[in-house]
């Protein structure tokens, strides 16, 4: 369904300069054992929230890297709360760490810090040009 995120972030919104809170279930088809979310999604959602930070801030940016703590299995279909914020920024690089928690108790469940890049709307041209020459055939001078 079109303007649904596949991952179960249901709503985001910033609270105050550097935090956002992200509103988020996960959907049964990421089990990944009884009643328990699989460790993909966790890591892959902890990412989506964490990379939505500089985003809500117009800033287009990639993730360069991310590190994923996981503290307790997390439960499907509960409502979850990601709070995400920025420990510092650095030229075109946002230091970001986030927690994923339980509601309505607020048990940590996951937390994660990464780094993301800054990127110009070029980017992502620039990279189909890139895959296309990784389809060329080798030794080929096209």
């Known amino acids: 369904m079109r303007g649904t995120c596949r991952l ?3 709503r985001e919104r ?3 300069e550097d ?3 992200f509103d988020v279930r996960c959907p049964r088809d990421q089990e990944g054992g009884p009643d328990v ?3 993909g999604w966790t890591a892959a959602v902890l990412d989506e929230c964490l990379g939505h930070v500089p985003l809500l801030h117009r800033v287009l940016s990639v993730t360069a890297e991310l590190s994923v703590s996981f503290v307790k299995p997390v439960p499907v279909e509960r409502p979850l709360e990601v709070r995400a914020w920025v420990e510092r920024r650095a030229g075109s690089r946002w230091y970001i760490r986030g927690e994923l928690v339980l509601l309505p ?4 469940l996951a937390k994660a810090s990464g780094i993301w890049v800054q990127r110009d709307p070029a980017h992502f041209d620039r990279h189909q040009r890139w895959l296309a020459e990784q389809d060329a ?3 080929r001078g096209d």
């Open 8 to 10: 179960g972030v249901e």
């Open 14 to 16: 910033l609270e105050g």
């Open 19 to 21: 935090t956002a809170l």
């Open 37 to 39: 979310a699989h460790g």
């Open 105 to 108: 108790n607020r048990a940590l």
């Open 137 to 139: 055939e080798p030794g």
